[in-house]
Nanobody, 128 residues
Framework: QVQLVESGGGAVQAGDSLRLSCAAS????????MAWFRQAAGKEREFVAA????????YYRDSVKGRFTISRDNVNNTVYLQMNDLKPEDTAVYYC?????????????????????WGQGTQVTVSS
């Protein structure tokens, strides 16, 4: 029912920037929270950033605060992740996720179980 198409990943050097995009379709995008998760090789998928339906509430994992910014465009059904000052530790496959509860705006959005649709993932590789 919901399709998420990610783009913007690539290979960069430490200190560089990337902007990930996730285009959504098949659902009333503006009603639902969105998030980015990532999974590095040999590690579990972890929360990166989340944004509620209105952009009033945003949440970030501590290691990306001040470097990453999540945003959304409800007219064009797109969510973004601007990543600045990238570090080798940011290397991972990044996944876009759509929440299963409309209007959800709480800190529980950091929990993977809050999401039921996922993109295919886009690789981000940061070299030192």
């Amino acid at each position: 029912q919901v399709q998420l198409v990610e783009s913007g990943g690539g290979a960069v050097q430490a200190g560089d920037s990337l902007r990930l995009s996730c285009a959504a379709s098949g659902r009333t995008f503006s009603r639902f929270p969105m998030a980015w998760f990532r999974q590095a090789a040999g590690k579990e998928r972890e929360f990166v950033a989340a944004i509620n339906y209105s952009s009033r509430n945003k949440y970030y994992r501590d290691s990306v605060k001040g470097r990453f910014t999540i945003s959304r465009d409800n007219v064009n059904n797109t969510v973004y992740l601007q990543m600045n000052d990238l570090k080798p530790e940011d290397t991972a496959v990044y996944y876009c996720a759509c929440g299963k509860t409309p209007w959800q705006s709480t800190i529980t959005l950091q929990n993977r179980n809050e999401y039921n649709y996922w993109g295919q993932g886009t690789q981000v590789t940061v070299s030192s």
